[in-house]
């Protein structure tokens, strides 16, 4: 069975601390993965990786896949209050749909 | 439209009520999904349409859902005789063909509680 496995499940940090999220994945068909950020009810779209496209980067956010420990990271630098959300781990299985992890949870503390 | 939309944004429904939620996707995006979020979990994918059709409702949790997409566009999920484990918040998502080159767009959801 396809899954995603996003660890921690939860984090507090301090303003100015640099976060590390994690996601591994067992999919039969891997095509892509996708991270996204939920602050309060729609998941906002970050990144998307792929076997051409291993690593983003976009501002204090970046993130890196790697294919042969079948997992990815999502690194947060110079953390803010606003970055407080869940963020999302979703997987290709198959040829037309996602398999979502269930989020880590993360807390800035000003 | 503009983006993906969804109604009601909340719905209080008593137990043994049926429900409808709207979801209303990009303009051109022939894919549509619906997910579901409880509490505390991840998303679960519902049903997924290709067009009008769906290809996929593997994850329906039961004979009281369903989901119908008319025109190519606007989706109606269906929950019948709700049940207390029916509360979540229901996402509609929309992408063009080719989800792998885009992923999804998410609409602001719909958050259910039935008492």
């Known amino acids: 069975e396809d899954k995603v496995v996003q660890s921690p499940l939860s984090l507090v940090v301090h303003e100015g601390d640099t976060v590390t999220l994690n996601c591994s994945y067992e999919?039969?068909?891997?095509?892509?993965l996708l991270w996204y950020k939920q602050e309060k009810k729609a998941p906002t779209f970050l990144f998307m990786l792929t076997s051409s496209g291993i690593e983003k980067k976009s501002g204090r956010l970046s993130s890196i896949l790697d294919k042969k420990e079948l997992s990815s990271i999502l690194n947060i630098t110079a953390t803010q209050t606003g970055d407080s959300a869940i963020y999302l781990c979703a997987v290709a299985s198959g040829t037309y749909k996602y398999i979502f992890g269930t989020g880590t949870r993360l807390k800035v503390l000003a | 439209g503009a983006g993906v939309s969804q109604s009601p944004s909340n719905k209080v429904t008593e137990k043994g009520k049926d429900v409808e939620l709207r979801c209303d996707p990009i303009s051109g995006h022939t894919a549509l999904y619906w997910y579901r979020q409880s509490l505390g979990q991840g998303l679960e994918f519902l049903i997924y349409f290709q067009g009008n059709s769906a290809p996929d409702k593997s994850g329906l949790p039961s004979d009281r859902f369903s989901a119908e997409r008319t025109g190519g566009s606007v989706s109606t999920l269906t929950i019948q005789r709700t049940q207390q484990e029916d509360s979540a918040v229901y996402l509609c998502?929309?992408?063009?063909?080719?989800?792998?080159?885009?992923?999804?767009?998410f609409g602001s959801g719909t958050r259910l509680t039935v008492v």
């Open positions: 998502a929309s992408s063009p063909t080719g989800v792998f080159n885009y992923g999804y767009t």
């Open positions: 999919v039969t068909n891997f095509r892509s």
